[in-house]
């Protein structure tokens, strides 16, 4: 099985089998044929002696300066080696493969005056594993991920650092002992290769897969949270919930009707209390809006990933035209809202862990320990919680306001888009570990109630955890228990445990 580069829109799910789980990648003949007449187009243009804005002129500020004919290959090695500045850690092995496999559509597409060997290189560099190392910061996400995506131009011409069998080595290194010719830019693909926001577009798609794991993972943990805290179900009625017809809602308030189903823990309104606090009754209004985004996000994804994002754009009709596809703003923009989004469900978790901890509002033993004094308990559970979300509300604060204008205020309006991908991915791994925090309690919870009146779903949950980590009877390190409740939660274990008892949840 392959994905099939056709410069058409791609899924999440295309992008994260490539990047992910290094799914091989072909170019369709289609796709192939349109590369050519692209490049034919560009030559044309180039031997008429038309000046063309990065073909043979400089960039940025330098727009203004022809270039000869016979310098036009050095101009564009020039520009990948210039704009290879980032700093910082490497972007995963992950990311980069995603934001590769990207650009490589976005050429695909027929609109960039590439050559095929150009697009096949990149191809070549995925199904054998050669990932550049590309610095996390130093992009503005305005005349595309400059620097990120120089980066990854640095190996394919044969320079740079990359990873190969998880080495990391010089890129030319890498390239001769997977057995792949380092390509040689000509006119336009230096340029080609650099504009667009495609590291951006890979962090946010990885992360809009991660987003969808985590809904729900929180969902399932949420419904165990309630049955042992005697939830009053009738806030989940979809009599209720349709009313207001958002459909987020009133997908959590299904998954958490079949989560709850053959439960003897949950409650009617009066039996028990009159109304439930908000962080059980609101679970469909809470979930379901960070469900709403994620459909939206992973939309601006989708259309970006078929999108072609260079300039100047080589048009079928032979027209060369400078625009601004490769401005990151609808990017940005998107990245932002699905950081707030995810914020919200850390927030109303790490508020379900405390309502758990806290003997007056639970009629639990004080934090879930049964010995309290001498043991803490899960007491630290919540405090760690309580600072990741207090960090999430601070990563929180949008990217997409701000713009410092670069390259002599040629571009003078910026998106920070991939500052803002690069929060967004944050905050997920943050809420992963705040979900992995009441995980931990809701089950620590169960050894305080008739494990027996718990719903099939939630007995699932529960066994699966225990599978791996053990109740807690006196005090012990927490941190390898949140490591592991977590890599239960974004390895879709727990998702895949529930599942098998009460069908696929929305």
């Known amino acids: 099985m392959s994905v099939v580069l056709s410069g058409k829109n791609m899924t999440v799910s295309e992008i994260v089998r490539v990047a992910k789980h290094w799914e091989q990648v072909t170019i369709s003949d289609e796709a192939r044929s349109k590369i050519e007449l692209s490049h034919r187009l560009m030559c044309k243009a180039v031997e008429n002696g038309e000046r063309v804005y990065g073909i043979n002129t400089g960039f940025g500020k330098f727009a203004d300066v022809p270039i000869s004919l016979e310098n036009l290959a050095e101009l564009q090695r020039n520009l990948v080696r210039s704009h290879s500045a980032g700093v910082g850690p490497s972007f995963s092995q992950e990311e980069v493969r995603a934001a590769m496999l990207l650009r490589a559509n976005a050429l695909a597409r027929g609109m960039s005056g590439v050559r095929p060997q150009v697009v096949e290189t990149i191809v070549e560099m995925l199904n054998k594993g050669v990932t550049p190392f590309v610095p996390e910061k130093g992009s503005v996400g305005a005349s595309g991920d400059l620097a990120p995506l120089a980066h990854i131009a640095l190996?394919?011409?044969?320079?740079?650092?990359?990873?190969?069998?998880?080495?990391?080595?010089?890129?030319?290194?890498?390239?001769?002992?997977?057995?792949?010719?380092?390509?040689?830019?000509?006119?336009?693909?230096?340029?080609?290769?650099?504009?667009?926001?495609?590291?951006?577009?890979?962090?946010?798609?990885?992360?809009?897969?991660?987003?969808?794991?985590?809904?729900?993972?929180?969902?399932?943990?949420?419904?165990?949270?309630?049955?042992?805290?005697?939830?009053?179900?009738?806030?989940?009625?979809?009599?209720i919930l349709v009313l207001r017809s958002q459909d987020g809602a009133r997908e959590v308030g299904r998954n958490l009707r079949a989560l709850l189903q053959g439960s003897h823990l949950s409650t009617v309104s009066g039996e028990v209390r009159v109304q439930d606090p908000y962080v059980l009754r609101c679970i469909p209004q809470v979930h379901g809006a960070v469900r709403q985004g994620l459909n939206h996000v992973t939309n601006v994804v989708e259309i970006e990933s078929g999108s072609a994002t260079d300039n100047p754009l080589v048009l079928e009709d032979g027209r060369i035209l400078s625009g601004g596809n490769f401005h990151g703003q609808p990017l940005a923009v998107a990245a932002d809202y699905l950081g707030i989004c995810l914020c919200s469900l850390g927030n109303i978790s790490e508020r379900r862990t405390a309502r758990m901890m806290d003997t007056q509002k639970s009629g639990l033993p004080a934090f879930l320990t049964g010995e309290g004094g001498l043991n803490s308990g899960l007491m630290l559970l919540?405090?760690?919680?309580?600072?990741?979300?207090?960090?999430?509300?601070?990563?929180a604060h949008p990217s997409s306001v701000d713009t410092v204008p670069t390259s002599a205020d040629q571009e003078d309006h910026v998106s920070m888009s991939t500052t803002a991908a690069r929060k967004a991915r944050d905050i997920a791994k943050n809420v992963s570990y705040v979900l992995a925090a009441e995980y931990l309690s809701a089950c620590q919870a169960v050894e305080f109630i008739d494990k027996n009146g718990l719903s099939p779903a939630a007995h699932a949950a529960y066994s699966l955890l225990r599978e791996h980590i053990p109740a807690l009877y006196e005090d012990r390190p927490l941190s390898q228990d949140l490591e592991h409740a977590r890599w239960l939660i974004i390895s879709g274990e727990l998702e895949k445990a529930v599942t098998q008892k009460v069908g696929n949840l929305e």
Do not use: H
């Open 155 to 239: 190996v394919i011409i044969g320079e740079g650092e990359a990873f190969y069998k998880d080495e990391l080595m010089p890129g030319k290194q890498a390239m001769d002992e997977a057995g792949i010719k380092p390509c040689k830019l000509e006119a336009k693909e230096g340029l080609a290769l650099t504009n667009g926001v495609q590291m951006t577009n890979g962090v946010l798609a990885l992360t809009v897969d991660t987003g969808r794991t985590l809904a729900k993972a929180a969902d399932i943990i949420a419904s165990l949270t309630g049955q042992v805290l005697q939830v009053i179900e009738d806030a989940y009625d979809d009599g």
């Open 382 to 395: 919540q405090y760690t919680a309580a600072s990741l979300v207090s960090e999430n509300k601070v990563l």
